[in-house]
C-alpha cells in the first residue's frame, strides 16, 4: 500500500472512530462514514468491506494508542504503588469520559456479533491487564510495598471491578466521588499501612 492510500485509510478510520464514539456502532452504516469522509462508496470498499471490518481496526487502533499513553507515562524506575496509581488515575479518566469514548460501541459490536474467542480484542484487553496488574502487584508484594497473597486472584478482582465501572458509568452514571472511593478502596486494600 502506498503512502497515500496508508494516509486515506488511517484518515477513514480516525473519521469512522469519531462516528462510533457519536452513535454508537449499531447505528453506523457505510453510508454515515462514506459522508463523514466526503469520499465515495467504492472509495470506502477499496479499504474496507462493512462497518465490522473498520469497527474491528478502530478497536485495535484504541488499544495500540492506550497501550502507548500508559507506557509513557511510567518511570523505568517507578515503585509498584505509583504505577498501580498512574494506571487507576488513567482509568478514571476513562470512566468519567462519557463522551469521546467507544465502551458503548463495543458492547453493542460483541453483543451483536459472534466473535471467535482469538478475535476478541475486549477479552484480550483484559486477560492483557489482569497479567499486568497481576505483575504489578506481585513485584509490589515483592518490594514490601503491597500484602497479597493471592496476586492473580486481587489482579481478576480489580479489573472485574473497573469493567463494572465501565458500565455503570456508561448506563447508571456514576460520580468522580463514587469513582475516587472505589479507587481508593482497590489502593488501600493492597497497600501496606506503615
Known amino acids: 500500500?502506498?503512502?497515500?492510500?496508508?494516509?486515506?485509510?488511517?484518515?477513514?478510520?480516525?473519521?469512522?472512530?469519531?462516528?462510533?464514539?457519536?452513535?454508537?456502532?449499531?447505528n453506523v452504516t457505510m453510508k454515515d462514514i462514506v459522508e463523514a469522509c466526503g469520499i465515495s462508496r467504492g472509495g470506502l470498499y477499496l479499504y474496507f468491506s462493512s462497518t465490522k471490518d473498520i469497527f474491528m481496526e478502530v478497536l485495535q487502533l484504541e488499544s495500540q494508542e492506550k497501550d502507548d499513553l500508559f507506557s509513557e507515562n511510567i518511570r523505568e524506575d517507578?515503585?509498584?504503588?505509583?504505577?498501580?496509581?498512574?494506571?487507576?488515575?488513567?482509568?478514571?479518566?476513562?470512566?468519567?469520559?462519557?463522551?469521546?469514548?467507544?465502551?458503548?460501541?463495543?458492547?453493542?459490536?460483541f453483543f451483536e456479533n459472534k466473535v471467535a474467542k482469538k478475535d476478541n480484542i475486549l477479552r484480550s484487553?483484559?486477560?492483557?491487564?489482569?497479567?499486568?496488574?497481576?505483575?504489578?502487584?506481585?513485584?509490589?508484594?515483592?518490594?514490601?510495598?503491597?500484602?497479597?497473597?493471592?496476586?492473580?486472584?486481587?489482579?481478576?478482582?480489580?479489573?472485574?471491578?473497573?469493567?463494572?465501572?465501565?458500565?455503570?458509568?456508561?448506563?447508571?452514571?456514576?460520580?468522580e466521588k463514587t469513582v475516587d472511593d472505589e479507587l481508593l478502596y482497590i489502593m488501600q486494600g493492597l497497600l501496606i499501612e506503615e
Request: proline share 1%; hydrophobic share 45%; charged share 30%.
Open 125 to 175: 484487553r483484559f486477560e492483557q491487564a489482569v497479567a499486568v496488574m497481576e505483575k504489578l502487584i506481585a513485584d509490589g508484594v515483592e518490594n514490601g510495598e503491597f500484602y497479597c497473597e493471592d496476586p492473580k486472584g486481587c489482579a481478576r478482582n480489580v479489573m472485574y471491578v473497573l469493567e463494572g465501572l465501565k458500565v455503570a458509568a456508561q448506563t447508571i452514571g456514576i460520580s
Open 78 to 109: 517507578a515503585a509498584a504503588s505509583d504505577i498501580l496509581a498512574i494506571l487507576l488515575k488513567e482509568q478514571k479518566k476513562e470512566l468519567l469520559r462519557r463522551k469521546n469514548s467507544l465502551t458503548v460501541a463495543a458492547y453493542e459490536f
Open 1 to 26: 500500500m502506498g503512502e497515500k492510500s496508508v494516509q486515506k485509510r488511517q484518515f477513514i478510520l480516525e473519521t469512522a472512530r469519531k462516528i462510533f464514539m457519536e452513535k454508537g456502532y449499531k
